[in-house]
């Protein structure tokens, strides 16, 4: 009996001695994460003018009622999934593709790691502002697909078409991410044991089939990490939009759900409209990030 007591004492001290090392972490999330998804919609409920000293008026969910019958938010919608999935799918393949490349590789490993990744440790902004360069008339974007094309003198109009603008800003992003969930990648094909590819080979399975029964499988937990992470990103894009339209590009085709929020709430001054938003590109983060759980779940994979 006295032997389960002190069991019994000695888990307790353990689960409080956890608590304690946990919260600061639950602190801190509750500061910075929890407490603002509340406080918008608590504001999402009234009509705010940004720097009107008048109180906010309750309103419930007008403002929702208000964006589900917008033209403006629904064209928002309609850019973020364009930009999402024209990002998410070729950021997804791409860096699996370049991970296996370099895992391939005898030699420069690192080297094309530091390659790969050296566009991610660059701000969103300096990465936009480097590619208004290449995107100008005169700029290196309309050299390279001129002498590719041999179509001297052309202007691809890159920030002035409404297609052309939705894909440069879908390369920008593409550019800077594509090395960040290569070495993920990376890390995820590196955990798979040699062995399992040393047993396959001595049964005659060629690469191709290493590929797809082997390392597909075994990497899954790190492609759906990649996956959400990826998608993430691109619903929550902003910069990249927001400096092409001060530079000229047309703000419709690129108007997402994050710049929307942020015309709304600066440019308009409507706080509780712009929370509503908010919550709404939350609520489809969330969602997505819950759908893609649902359908990669499988039991845990063991090598």
């Given at each position: 009996?006295?032997?389960?007591?002190?069991?019994?004492?000695?888990?307790?001290?353990?689960?409080?001695?956890?608590?304690?090392?946990?919260?600061?972490?639950?602190?801190?999330?509750?500061?910075?994460?929890?407490?603002?998804?509340?406080?918008?919609?608590?504001?999402?409920?009234?009509?705010?003018?940004?720097?009107?000293?008048?109180?906010?008026?309750?309103?419930?969910?007008?403002?929702?009622?208000?964006?589900?019958?917008?033209?403006?938010?629904?064209?928002?919608?309609?850019?973020?999934?364009?930009?999402?999935?024209?990002?998410?799918?070729?950021?997804?393949?791409?860096?699996?593709?370049?991970?296996?490349?370099?895992?391939?590789?005898?030699?420069f490993q690192?080297?094309?790691?530091?390659?790969?990744?050296?566009?991610?440790?660059?701000?969103?902004?300096?990465?936009?502002?480097?590619?208004?360069l290449i995107?100008?008339?005169?700029?290196?974007?309309?050299?390279?697909?001129?002498?590719?094309?041999?179509?001297?003198?052309?202007?691809?109009?890159?920030?002035?078409?409404?297609?052309?603008?939705?894909?440069?800003?879908?390369?920008?992003?593409?550019?800077?991410?594509?090395?960040?969930?290569?070495?993920?990648?990376?890390?995820?094909?590196?955990?798979?044991?040699?062995?399992?590819?040393?047993?396959?080979?001595?049964?005659?399975?060629?690469?191709?089939?290493?590929?797809?029964?082997?390392?597909?499988?075994?990497?899954?937990?790190?492609?759906?990490?990649?996956?959400?992470?990826?998608?993430?990103?691109?619903?929550?894009?902003?910069s990249t939009?927001?400096?092409?339209?001060?530079?000229?590009?047309?703000?419709?085709?690129?108007?997402?759900?994050?710049?929307?929020?942020?015309?709304?709430?600066?440019?308009?001054?409507?706080?509780?409209?712009?929370?509503?938003?908010?919550?709404?590109?939350?609520?489809?983060?969330?969602?997505?990030?819950?759908?893609?759980?649902?359908?990669?779940?499988?039991?845990?994979?063991?090598?």
């Amino acid at each position: 009996m006295s032997k389960r007591i002190q069991s019994y004492s000695i888990e307790r001290q353990k689960a409080r001695w956890g608590w304690i090392f946990v919260a600061p972490t639950l602190i801190f999330f509750s500061l910075f994460s929890f407490y603002p998804i509340f406080n918008a919609f608590y504001a999402s409920l009234f009509r705010k003018k940004l720097l009107s000293l008048k109180p906010p008026d309750f309103i419930g969910f007008n403002n929702y009622s208000y964006l589900l019958k917008s033209p403006d938010f629904w064209n928002s919608i309609r850019a973020t999934v364009v930009f999402t999935l024209g990002t998410f799918i070729p950021l997804l393949i791409f860096s699996l593709i370049f991970a296996i490349f370099i895992m391939s590789r005898k030699r420069f490993q690192n080297f094309f790691q530091m390659a790969y990744y050296s566009p991610a440790v660059l701000s969103s902004v300096v990465a936009a502002v480097i590619w208004l360069l290449i995107f100008d008339p005169r700029g290196l974007a309309n050299q390279w697909v001129n002498f590719a094309l041999n179509t001297p003198g052309i202007d691809h109009k890159w920030l002035a078409s409404s297609v052309m603008v939705q894909i440069s800003a879908m390369m920008v992003y593409f550019w800077k991410y594509v090395g960040y969930f290569t070495i993920i990648f990376i890390v995820g094909l590196a955990s798979i044991p040699q062995s399992i590819y040393e047993a396959s080979k001595i049964d005659g399975a060629n690469d191709w089939k290493n590929f797809w029964y082997i390392t597909l499988p075994l990497l899954k937990p790190t492609t759906i990490l990649v996956s959400i992470m990826s998608m993430l990103q691109c619903l929550k894009t902003f910069s990249t939009q927001y400096l092409f339209t001060q530079g000229g590009a047309p703000l419709a085709p690129i108007n997402v759900i994050t710049l929307n929020i942020y015309h709304t709430a600066i440019r308009d001054h409507r706080i509780g409209r712009a929370s509503a938003m908010s919550i709404i590109l939350f609520i489809i983060m969330l969602f997505f990030t819950w759908l893609q759980f649902k359908f990669s779940r499988t039991d845990e994979v063991s090598y």
